[in-house]
């Protein structure tokens, strides 16, 4: 098992480049910054990366979004949504995965921030925390939403066999897409560019200590 302690200190690094180990996750092409010509400004969101205890291992919750919704439909996710008026990026992290997966909020200690995310589909910058709940989780997936939870333990993500790659056709334009397969799933875009911030983060740890 990942203990708490690790998590804080790879959370924490000085000098740790996020860009740069999201964007070993990246699609390509990708765009990394919102375009001039977008009035506004994005909208904010955040997620929640819950750490748990699952079966003699560290695992984290990962959820696959139902196929019948307007945005990043059937794709797998972190419990996450858009931030309220007068609500924190943490806040609102912890507020949506409690309406989406059934996590109380008050048995959540967050760790720590990884590097903020803009998202050019839907026009949202993208907040990720981390945090760590000390028992066993139960879940309630709000039916709506989720179509399936996925307990992933940690040593599966650090095993460097579970990153591949294809090349996808998407609307007419070939992208050179990393994902982390996952059982029978592909945790590609967004959800993969964290991740892998989150895993070259535990890695960089590993390597200290050695």
């Known amino acids: 098992m990942i203990s708490q ?15 740069a180990a999201q964007g070993k996750m990246k699609p390509l092409p990708r765009a990394t910054v919102r ?7 994005p909208r904010q969101g955040a997620v929640l990366l819950l750490l748990y205890p699952c079966q ?11 196929d019948d919704l307007q945005a ?16 924190t990026p943490a ?11 059934g996590i109380d909020p008050a048995t959540v200690q967050l760790l720590g921030e990884l590097t903020p995310l803009y998202i050019p589909p839907s026009d949202f910058e993208v907040h990720p ?16 939403e989720v179509a399936e939870l996925l307990e992933v333990p940690l ?11 294809e090349v996808w ?25 964290i991740l892998s911030e989150f895993v070259e983060r535990l890695c960089a740890v590993s390597r200290r200590a050695s």
């Open 5 to 19: 302690s690790t998590v804080s200190q790879a959370l924490h690094l000085p000098g740790f480049d996020g860009v």
């Open 35 to 41: 375009s001039p010509a977008r009035p506004g400004s």
């Open 56 to 66: 003699q291992e560290t695992c984290i919750v990962l959820t696959r979004r139902r």
């Open 72 to 87: 990043h439909a059937g794709q797998i996710s972190f419990p996450g949504g858009r931030r309220e008026l007068l609500e």
């Open 91 to 101: 806040q609102a992290a912890l507020r949506e995965a409690h309406e989406e997966i």
């Open 129 to 144: 925390f981390v945090g760590w709940h000390e028992q066993p989780a139960t879940f309630c997936p709000q039916p709506s």
């Open 155 to 165: 040593q599966i993500l650090t095993n460097a066999k579970t990153r591949q790659e």
């Open 169 to 193: 056709n998407q609307r007419g334009l070939e992208l050179q897409v990393p994902y982390f397969s996952i059982g029978p799933h592909k945790v590609w875009g967004a959800t993969a560019m």
